[in-house]
């Protein structure tokens, strides 16, 4: 629904900013990483990812593209929350987390407060091979956001049908193991045969 944000940064915390976007004031909540990298910015962009659940509509915001596709990646993992992925996102850099996916390295994620053993290798199992396409740079494949915004496309679908979250999950994650380039519809039509 949002792609980004751009106005004056009228309060920058390191959990949460306030932008000024022609009169309209957004609460925007922020990891560590973008708040390090906006805190001395009066004003700029911000890029965003709008947020419902059944309490409340947040919107997450990130100064690099990378770190929204990241964050993206860490929600579409089941039992990975928004707030958790805004943990791991304070907690280190977008690369680090993404070696430490790809290399498999539990322990330097089950360090991060509110991630457990179990948190750590279900998030290693689901994301590896996505992230793996990932290099160590700041430049990050664009197949992969549209693999996560798939992912997420057909997710959303399952739900409003009235499908369990973490059922559906695994089976647009089956689908995708076994082909990569399917597009949404097929993606949707094939998991409702798996469900």
Same mark, same amino acid.
């Given at each position: 629904?949002?792609?980004?944000?751009?106005?004056?940064?009228?309060?920058?915390?390191?959990?949460?900013?306030?932008?000024?976007?022609?009169?309209?004031?957004?609460?925007?909540?922020?990891?560590?990483?973008t708040y390090e990298a906006l805190k001395?910015?009066?004003?700029?962009?911000?890029?965003?990812h709008f947020s419902i659940s059944e309490?409340?509509?947040?919107?997450?915001?990130?100064?690099?593209?990378?770190?929204?596709?990241?964050?993206?990646?860490?929600?579409?993992?089941?039992?990975?929350?928004?707030?958790?992925?805004?943990?791991? #996102?304070?907690?280190? *850099?977008?690369?680090? /987390? +993404? &070696?430490?996916?790809?290399?498999? $390295? @539990? %322990? =330097?994620?089950?360090?991060?407060?509110?991630?457990?053993?179990?948190?750590?290798?279900?998030?290693?199992?689901?994301?590896?091979?996505? #992230?793996?396409?990932? *290099?160590?740079?700041? /430049? +990050? &494949?664009?197949?992969?956001?549209? $693999? @996560? %915004? =798939?992912?997420?496309?057909?997710?959303?679908?399952?739900?409003?049908?009235?499908?369990?979250?973490?059922?559906?999950?695994?089976?647009?994650?089956?689908?995708?193991?076994?082909?990569?380039? +399917?597009?949404?519809?097929?993606?949707?039509?094939?998991? =409702?045969?798996?469900?």
């Open positions: 629904m949002y792609e980004y944000l751009r106005g004056n940064f009228k309060k920058v915390t390191p959990t949460y900013m306030v932008i000024d976007c022609a009169g309209v004031g957004y609460y925007v909540n922020i990891s560590l990483t001395e910015q009066k004003e700029g962009s911000v890029f965003i309490n409340a509509q947040t919107l997450y915001g990130f100064a690099k593209e990378e770190e929204r596709i990241l964050f993206r990646a860490l929600i579409s993992v089941s039992g990975v929350g928004p707030a958790t992925a805004r943990m791991i #996102l304070s907690s280190q *850099s977008t690369n680090e /987390t +993404i &070696n430490a996916i790809v290399r498999g $390295n @539990i %322990s =330097l994620l089950n360090s991060i407060k509110g991630i457990g053993p179990k948190t750590a290798q279900r998030i290693i199992v689901e994301l590896q091979d996505k #992230l793996g396409k990932m *290099s160590s740079t700041d /430049t +990050i &494949n664009t197949s992969i956001d549209a $693999n @996560i %915004s =798939l992912n997420q496309e057909a997710l959303l679908a399952l739900e409003s049908l009235g499908f369990n979250k973490n059922v559906a999950s695994k089976a647009i994650g089956k689908v995708l193991q076994e082909s990569p380039e +399917i597009s949404v519809e097929n993606l949707i039509k094939r998991a =409702l045969r798996i469900l």
